[in-house]
Nanobody
Framework: QVQLVESVGGWVEPGGSLRLSCAASGFTFSNHSMTWLRRVPGKGLQWVGYLRSNGGRTTYEDTVDGRFTISRDNAKNMLYLQMSGLKTRDTAKYYC???????????????????????????WGQGTQVTVSS
């Protein structure tokens, strides 16, 4: 059974930094790409970024590219999201997700959206709230 547990988020001032982690279990973590998503009230589920299984390729949504960094430690079954230069618009509930097999990058996000619409959250963490405000 897939389990993904995000670390506690928190509150940070604009311009600040925060690192989220995601502990994975119940599957062979090193074999799967992973995606970070976020849910903004009134705006639905947004893609944050993607990381290949071996950590060799990342892609990011345009508004976070250059500010956010996704990384992983396959030996520890951990996924990370380092966020810097945070803006109020980054306020959201952040989720890590195990990607469906065979996808890459933005396509994984589209497939995860489909899972959400089907009520299938088996490959998702419970989410963690990040609030950026002064």
């Amino acid at each position: 059974q897939v389990q993904l547990v995000e670390s506690v988020g928190g509150w940070v001032e604009p311009g600040g930094s925060l690192r989220l982690s995601c502990a994975a279990s119940g599957f062979t973590f090193s074999n799967h790409s992973m995606t970070w998503l976020r849910r903004v009230p009134g705006k639905g589920l947004q893609w944050v970024g993607y990381l290949r299984s071996n950590g060799g390729r990342t892609t990011y949504e345009d508004t976070v590219d250059g500010r956010f960094t996704i990384s992983r430690d396959n030996a520890k079954n951990m996924l990370y999201l380092q966020m810097s230069g945070l803006k109020t618009r980054d306020t959201a509930k952040y989720y890590c997700a195990k990607d469906p097999d065979g996808c890459a990058g933005y396509v994984c996000y589209l497939l995860l959206l489909a899972e959400e619409k089907e009520g299938n959250f088996g490959s998702w963490g419970q989410g963690t709230q990040v609030t950026v405000s002064s």
